[in-house]
């Protein structure tokens, strides 16, 4: 795998997958330690001229105007990073790590921080070597994910707790494995290491792409549904989406016909009903408002992922620090939470659309798909579970921007819950993703039942790999352990995904 070049200005969540999921390798563009050398430089006159600046000559938060002895700047580094490392709860997984870790690279490698070049260049090295920091899952509120990121800093001054190849191990010995030495902090390094919102970027980078993916799969079961459903297109048509340019939708109707292209639904014409339910008729309109929250979100995290979050930041051109807002991050949560919701309201129509599919006076089809009849319980179980799964996902859609919350007493007295925003993504991505296992599952037994003379393209492929998975429903069986299959050979395969996009319109 090619590695990924951090500049600190064009990093993308296509890399952030690359390093955190794939362990692509990480070097750093010919620039960036050169300007990195040159703030240093001002960091170490503010320091020998001995200029009040906060965290740096100064203590932080509610003791910023306590001058600190020249003599203890050092130490007071390594205290900054001993002292903030006080998160809780299960390790974050391996990927979020190292998205967290690469999103601070990136975001020290654009400069700014006045952090010493080797810090960098450590950091770096313990993505290559892949020795991982453990970081508790809860600490940060937002206000740069300090608690947490002090973690990582434990790592890089030989001490904390670190992965490496399944084995966890102290900090130091973990260095040593990989033949790396422990870094010396001078000056602000430590609060430098504990700075910004890289945990709540990198996990954002992460969430952002595989929901951009899971959009794609909800447009393809969709359309299979609708094959299943002899759904009528007539609401897709450009004209009907012209009336009404809400954000997103004409791209998401564009997306259906595409993959519908090639099948009779294609014409209005060949449609079973009039007029179908809204969570049919309307889809478009739903997927569209996710699209829309996507390029919301997408807004508010790339000057995140490609930015300087520190404070203070250190201008090298003319040797001035000056105190800095950039670690408050309200756009970025606010653009979490709207996804949150994008998402929970994709969730609802799709059991909806599954519901309506068993439901014989709607469909036209036998009842809960059984071919057998009233004495077979066909699908009608899953209804459950997906509404089951439609509840949690309601629950983590939430929003969490708007909870009241402090910091240091009368300094830091606002917070975003960013991370935590990007945190329960993830969980609500893998709930939304079972939850279209499940309406595909039902989906390709309705097509299997209504038997078109022809499928759309998109439908026909996404099918086609449904039964390679698992067989048409006869008689009862245990449908969970179907829906788990096409949950990970369909609906998480790279290779179903990236046909789907190709068919989409997208890229491949």
Known sequence: MTGVVIDGRTLSYDDVVAVAHHGARVELAEEVLPRLARERAAVDDVVDRQVPTYGLTTGLGTRSSYALPRDELEAFSVRTVRGRAGAVGDPLPVPVVRAAVLARVNGLAGGGSGVRPEILTL??????????????????????DLVQMAH????????????????????????????????????????????????????????????????????????????????????????????????????????LLSLLEGGELGDPRNARRIQDPVSLRCSAQVHGALHSALDFADAALRPELNGCGDNPVVLAGTGEILSSGNFHTPALALAFDTLALALAQTAAISAERMRRLLDPAVSGLPANLSPYGPER???????????ALVAEIRMLSAPVSTDPR??????????TNAALGARRLATILVRL????????????????????????????????????????????????????????????????????????????
Do not use: W
């Open 123 to 144: 950091l770096v090295a313990l993505l290559n070597a892949r020795v991982h920091p453990v970081i508790p899952e809860v600490g940060s509120i937002g206000a740069a």
């Open 433 to 508: 993703r079972q939850l279209l296992a499940v309406e595909s599952v039902v989906a390709a037994q309705a097509v299997d039942l209504a038997a078109p003379p022809v499928l759309g393209r998109g439908p026909e492929f996404l099918h086609g790999a449904i039964r390679r998975v698992v067989s048409r429903l006869d008689d009862d069986r245990a449908c969970g352990a179907d829906v788990e299959a096409v949950d990970r050979g369909i609906m998480g395969s790279d290779e179903v995904r990236g046909t789907l996009s190709a068919l989409a319109g997208g890229s491949a």
């Open 152 to 255: 990582v800093g434990l790592v890089v001054i030989g001490e904390g707790v670190a992965e490496l190849a399944g084995e966890v191990l102290d900090g130091a010995s973990a260095l040593r494995r990989v033949g790396l030495a422990p870094a010396a902090l001078g000056p602000k390094d430590g609060l430098v290491l504990c700075s910004a919102s890289p945990l709540a970027a990198g996990q954002g980078a992460l969430a952002l792409h595989e929901a951009a993916t899971v959009l794609t799969l909800a447009q393809a079961v969709t359309a299979l549904t609708y094959e299943g459903f002899r759904a009528n297109t007539s609401p897709l048509d450009a004209r009907v989406m012209g009336l009404r340019p809400a954000p997103g939708q004409s791209r998401a109707a564009g997306e």
């Open 406 to 415: 402090h910091g240091a007493h009368a300094v830091e007295d606002d917070s």
């Open 377 to 387: 319980s066909g699908f009608a179980p899953l209804a459950k579970t997906a509404q």
